[in-house]
């Protein structure tokens, strides 16, 4: 097929969705560092895990030696529902950049969670009702992956717990309501319901919530509530394990028509759209059967790659999760308030740090004004309303696109569009009122949120 | 093909887009009624209609006997980036109701503008950006519409002026900023930059606004600047001629599997949808090919077909438009406070209107709590989250599909599914919390409304 014109959108069949998840890890020589018990400094273990988790989740999370693990039918049903996603060829996008660059994009934000974060939240719900479970909790900040996993509950009839950091609690109203219709319960986080949110309310009665508060908060809830386990939208291998579905769809819309991408661009706040888009390029490099340059885009806000330190670290403020080997800004780090969307989490997925960490990948840091820049010449030419975390993405292609430019080179450059942005319009419309600023911590706030990491770094 | 299992989704590939347009008045023995010029009560000419409409939409406005209207490149290339649609074979739904009814949707909200208002928006700016116009005004109410058409003027580099509905630019804060992402000016409707405005403040300082009245601040707008033109997203016979691309699609996606639709089913506010979807099969019905039941919904709370009166009336609320004949609530009928999303129009598509009267297609009206409950249930299951709007027909099509659960028969049930309901969470929310209340409007107030109905009627 590599002679025909590429449409616009390259759909594949319902046959061709992928049925395997791809394990990477299996394919990497140095295997990212196992997680450590918080109190014995020891490598966890599944039965210490599985208070947290769900049985099956424990076992994809440890398991770092099978190369596909089948996809099971119920969710390869629900996949259907809305997968495959489209891949775009971004020909409206070349054609406002007057590049000689092909662009693509693969589109995860076309179902009513608005993000990829579904292809991860399905599975996670289907192993909570296989394994008899009544409920799950989790948190969310921006909501993508609230709105997600409500969505997914719904569909297999379980209760549904999102603690939602408290700050987007407020302003993002909207999220709240889309996963009440989906019949979720949504806690403004930190809250009463829980000792650890107590605690932090009673130290600090005005905080905005972060990230990691939530999570120690979805953790309490589940581990102190029978019949409840916790779930997570990012950072955990497991979670790059199911969106591996992105790059698996990806790769055989490509293949089919011949394309080989040079660049390969995602956004990365915990890393599961990066690492789910690059898992089967990834795997050719570490095999050493093809090459391709692959970039992290992360915020200057949060620059967990670009600025971080790779180190063991908590995964939440209140400390109860397992230690994690990432690159990270410090479970203390806090992106300032001007920062909208995503992307806000410390640290980063721990398959994506080694591979980071072994020159596999590349990271760059992009500036919110630029990003949103970039998001809105990409509404106005190729029609979607890109969130502001996916824009990111947009951002380093427009830039890698430009370069082609300036060379003549025709390169072929592949990115991530995670997601829609209509629950973001307060930070479009900071945009479009001329408002919206820039942030970049200093050396001494990042030093100082250094020292927050564990003692078993020293 | 027939014999094939029929997939979640049939997307057709782009050489399968229609290259025309389907002019259904073509195959009408008995035409809708002319447009009449409300100042001479004669048919309003092309050059009077010039004045306010792009001449080449004129011409299609007029035109009742060419059957196929070629779709230009440059719009076909635009369709490209978000059509052909997803024509869904609602398998979730259909268990969900444990019904043997085979469900089918045609989705059109999978476009940044959230529905398929873009189809109509996207040839408009196109025929004004051809006749070298600086630009195009409209109104908008739920806006959709604005929506739509911000996109298509950024797409084509065309000033776009858009006066929204007081209320809607109040309680939609966000729609108005997507418009402003397009780089459209939005005005809250009345204003005080017509005359038409001024004098409705005048008289009612404290009014929300509504359609009939930023419809006549739009059109003053665009016929007191060189080189604009109004533009209208439902309504108008060149409307629906646009929108045809919905049906024509869904005819030959289901051609493609040997499905024949036994009931078609759409929500009708102007009738844009409705008209688009319906066209392919009406004309066979028209030229009787085929027969199928179809059905307009349309909110109980502003039921033109169910309880109107066929009808000339005015189109707007500030008199300046032509004169239609239509099923019609009288230009004065406001849909009461509680009426939440769009179809709010007081009259209905004058093509809609005759095939109504002439028996060939039926009308069902819902009250919107009801509604709420299809739309919620359909989310669930089917994982969109629909329009107010669209939800009107899911409604419709949940209650035929009980209906055959009760009689055993497997009907073959289609519908228009319009949009999303990303920007409508304020009336999610009233339903969540139990606070969304129905109101059908009283004999004597649709007396009063009447009232307000031109002479020529006489």
């Known amino acids: 097929m590599s002679n025909e014109k590429i449409p616009y959108k390259i759909y594949l069949s319902e046959d061709e969705l992928p049925k395997q998840w791809y394990n990477v890890r299996a394919d990497m020589k140095k295997k990212p560092a196992p997680l ?12 210490e895990l599985g208070h947290v988790f769900c049985d099956e989740l424990v076992k994809q999370e440890l398991d770092e030696t099978t190369p596909y693990i089948d996809i099971p039918e119920e969710i390869l049903g629900f ?13 409206c996008l070349e054609k406002a950049l007057d590049t000689p660059a092909k662009i693509y994009y693969k589109f995860e934000g076309n179902n009513t969670s608005g993000s990829h974060k579904l292809n991860s939240a399905i599975a996670q719900a289907y192993y909570a009702k296989k394994q008899g479970l009544k409920g799950v909790t989790t948190e969310t900040g921006a909501g993508q992956w609230g709105t997600a996993l409500s969505m997914a509950c719904s569909y297999f009839g379980l209760d549904c717990k999102v603690y939602m950091v408290k700050v987007s609690y407020e302003q993002k ?7 009440r219709t989906y019949g979720a319960s949504v806690t403004p986080s930190p809250s009463m319901t829980t000792e650890v949110g107590k605690k932090i309310l009673a130290e600090f009665p005005d905080t905005n919530g972060s990230l990691g508060c939530a999570i120690s908060e979805a953790v309490e809830a589940a581990t102190s509530q029978e019949g409840y386990r916790y779930v997570l939208g990012s950072v955990l291998s497991q979670v790059l394990l199911h969106q591996t579905v992105i790059g698996l769809e990806t790769k055989t819309a490509m293949d089919k028509y011949g394309i080989k991408p040079d660049i390969i661009i995602g956004c990365a706040g915990g890393g599961s759209n990066l690492g789910g ?6 795997g050719e490099k570490l095999k050493g059967k093809a090459d391709y340059r692959i970039i992290a885009v992360e915020p200057a806000s949060c620059p967990s790659l670009t600025r971080g330190v790779y180190a063991y670290d908590f995964c939440d403020t209140g400390k109860v999760c397992p230690l994690q080997k990432m690159y990270t800004l410090g479970s203390g780090f806090m992106p300032s308030a001007n920062h909208a969307g995503g992307l806000r989490y410390h640290g980063m997925s721990a398959i994506l740090s080694e591979l980071y960490d072994q020159g596999l990948m590349e990271a760059v840091s992009v500036e919110q004004t630029a990003v949103f820049e970039a998001a809105q010449k990409f509404a106005r030419v190729e029609g979607i309303l890109p969130a502001p975390e996916s824009s990111h993405a947009i951002k380093a292609a427009v830039d890698e696109a430009l370069k082609c430019k300036e060379t003549g080179e025709e390169k072929t450059i592949l990115f991530g569009l995670t997601g829609t942005g209509y629950f973001d319009m307060y930070a479009y419309a900071a945009y479009n009122d001329g408002k919206m600023s820039d942030y970049i911590p200093t050396d001494e706030e990042l030093q100082r949120s250094f020292d927050t990491l564990p003692k078993i770094n020293k």
Chains 1, 2 share one sequence.
Do not use: Q
Not at 81 to 91: C, G
């Open 79 to 91: 996949y259907k529902m809305y997968r495959p996603s489209p891949l775009v060829r971004a020909y």
């Open 277 to 282: 888009l690059i898992a089967p390029f990834m």
């Open 173 to 179: 109203p909207f999220r709240r309501e889309v996963m």
């Open 36 to 47: 450590l018990n918080p109190g014995t400094g020891m490598p966890v273990t599944a039965e």
